[in-house]
């Protein structure tokens, strides 16, 4: 958090121009003489367009709320696009267990694909088309045409000028009284345009919890202890920079009569000889096809083996991690549309747990980022190079980068797939023992999470977390259906700033569930609603949950427009 002047003088005006009022006054008057600077006004400001975002818009804009919403990127969507990452799900997501919104945007994918491509008849009549048939999601697909649907499905808000979207902008400073943001600095653009934007309620969106240190919101990054939390699995003493690994993810397909081998990597040698110092033991060397199987700790061997139409078909033992992300199955297209298929590389062996990108020094955050990226080309230039075939040979020289595919000149994709972000100090923090209960309640012969009464969405995810900068290896535990409680959103203390990510009040251990895709969305989409409905009848955050009367007109309305609050659905279900 800065002091007034300071933000005045970061804004190129004086202190003399007094405070918010008159620095808006001034900046209006002055911006086009300068050039540095411009004013926005809006109801709400989100920062961050990924999933949350994205979600937080919508629903702010459809409740009548005047929304800008900022992205480091000139790609909105966050994990399904300028991460590609494809959707990890639970098995229920076609029917329940997510809001209707989520269903709403995997069926846009869906008619993408059936409107725009040349799909086999047999692929076009099938209702849950999977344009990718990976193993990890019921809908993997390409970022390109998640990008399409959600930039259809904010058209209307900026048609109506509910909605401005500023693309390649991150915020870089904050005015706060007291417990109360009134202003956020956002630079963007070619220029690195300044713009100060006014608003009402703060979302931070961002994948990072950018906002948070900005505005001094309280927060928490890494592990708790365990006498903290009382949670059976915390570690024993707190470890706030043991974070989950960040990987730099990149699609590749296969054209075996053709040597796409990339340029060595300038820190192969390194990542070729690395073996993870983690507990329990990582089976090895890094870049290789061994991992630790997450539900044992034990090694396990994976397979790998890339498809195309020239291709023999093998039958393997394991995993095979050409299918596990794959986004782009090419028996789902009539030949010649695709030269074979095409996967996403996001594998254990391009997890970089040799740091994290926060509350360091900015030159030991671009290391971090550096290496990451070194580690997958060099992941890529082992599969080309050196990785064992079924036939006897090494390595895979038709492997090609496919630049087009993540938009970028490198092939690696806009943005890392952040798994853990900076988590407010919440009015509640959901625990390990709210999601895996000794005792779990039901619903008829259903055995759920504990009940959340302020709950504002559902989600379901194993407790799954990768290996981290603090020497953990995998962890992951099942857990059961799960409510997003309203109070999680809530800073314990700043009045008009809601989490609306991977920000919101858990734990190091509860993010491993409720960081993923649909969850994401759920925590947006509540957001962005509670931020209008705060906004049209004058109330705090805080005080909507406070309230009885309150916190269920605002139930109400999330249920009216589709947002699931229980797992009524899973018990009829059976």
């Not at 400073?173 to 713009?195: F, L, P, S, Y």
């Not at 999680?488 to 700033?497: D, F, G, K, T, Y």
Request: glycine letters at 10%.
């Amino acid at each position: 958090m800065m002091n007034r002047r300071r933000f005045l003088e970061q804004c190129g005006l004086s202190a003399a121009a007094c405070w918010y009022p008159a620095m808006m006054a001034a900046a209006q008057s002055g911006a086009a003489a300068t050039g540095r600077l411009r004013s926005l006004t809006a109801d709400v400001l989100v920062v961050g367009g990924g999933l949350g975002g994205c979600a937080a818009a919508l629903a702010a804009t459809r409740l009548g709320a005047r929304v800008v919403m900022t992205e480091p990127t000139d790609w909105i969507g966050g994990q399904l696009t300028q991460q590609a990452v494809p959707p990890d799900e639970h098995r229920w997501i076609e029917s329940f267990g997510s809001p209707t919104s989520y269903r709403r945007f995997r069926k846009g994918v869906r008619d993408h694909y059936r409107r725009h491509y040349a799909l086999t008849p047999e692929a076009k009549a099938r209702p849950n088309l999977n344009p990718g048939d990976g193993s990890v999601s019921r809908l993997c697909h390409e970022p390109r045409v998640a990008l399409a649907v959600l930039d259809a499905m904010l058209a209307p808000a900026i048609e109506k000028g509910l909605l401005t979207v500023l693309l390649d902008t991150e915020p870089v400073g904050a005015d706060v009284d007291g417990d109360r943001v009134r202003a956020v600095r956002v630079v963007g653009g070619g220029g690195r345009q300044e713009t100060v934007v006014e608003a009402k309620y703060f979302i931070d969106a961002s994948e990072t919890g950018d906002l948070l240190p900005l505005t001094g919101t309280e927060y928490v990054t890494g592990a708790e202890s365990k006498k903290d939390t009382g949670e059976p699995n915390a570690s024993d003493e707190a470890r706030p920079a043991n974070m989950q690994s960040f990987t730099w993810c990149y699609a590749i397909d296969y054209l075996p009569d053709q040597d796409h081998t990339i340029d060595k990597p300038a820190m192969y040698d390194f990542w070729q000889q690395h073996e993870p110092q983690l507990v329990p033991p990582w089976p090895g060397r890094l870049l290789s096809l061994w991992y630790t199987r997450p539900s044992s700790g034990k090694p396990l061997e994976l397979s790998f083996v890339p498809l195309s139409p020239q291709m023999p078909t093998y039958r393997t033992k394991t995993l095979n991690l050409w299918l596990y992300r794959r986004i782009i199955n090419h028996a789902n297209f009539r030949q010649g549309t695709f030269p074979g298929d095409i996967t996403i590389v996001n594998w254990p062996q391009n997890d970089y747990m040799l740091g994290n990108l926060f509350e360091v020094s900015p030159e030991e955050r671009a290391k971090h980022l550096d290496g990451a990226r070194q580690l997958s080309l060099s992941l890529l230039y082992w599969l080309q190079t050196e990785a064992p075939r079924p036939d006897g040979q090494t390595g895979w020289k038709g492997l090609r980068l496919r630049k087009d595919v993540v938009g970028t000149e490198d092939g690696l994709a806009k943005f890392p797939y952040i798994r853990e972000s900076r988590r407010i100090k919440a009015e509640c923090t959901v625990l390990e023992q709210h999601i895996r209960p000794a005792s779990p309640r039901r619903i008829g012969k259903q055995a759920l999470s504990d009940a959340f009464d302020d709950s504002v969405g559902v989600g379901y995810y194993g407790l799954d977390l990768h290996p981290s900068s603090g020497g953990d290896n995998y962890f992951d535990v099942h857990c059961l259906p799960y409510q997003v409680p309203l109070g999680a959103l809530i800073p314990q203390r700043v009045e008009n700033l809601i989490a609306g990510c991977k920000n919101i009040g858990t734990t190091h251990l509860t993010n491993g569930a409720y960081r993923l895709h649909p969850t994401e969305w759920g925590i947006g989409e509540a957001a962005g609603a509670l931020a209008a409905f705060c906004h049209g009848r004058g109330h705090s955050p805080r005080g909507v949950r406070n309230q009885i009367q309150l916190l269920r007109q605002f139930q109400d309305l999330l249920t009216d427009t589709g947002v699931e609050l229980d797992w009524t659905k899973f018990a009829e279900a059976g």
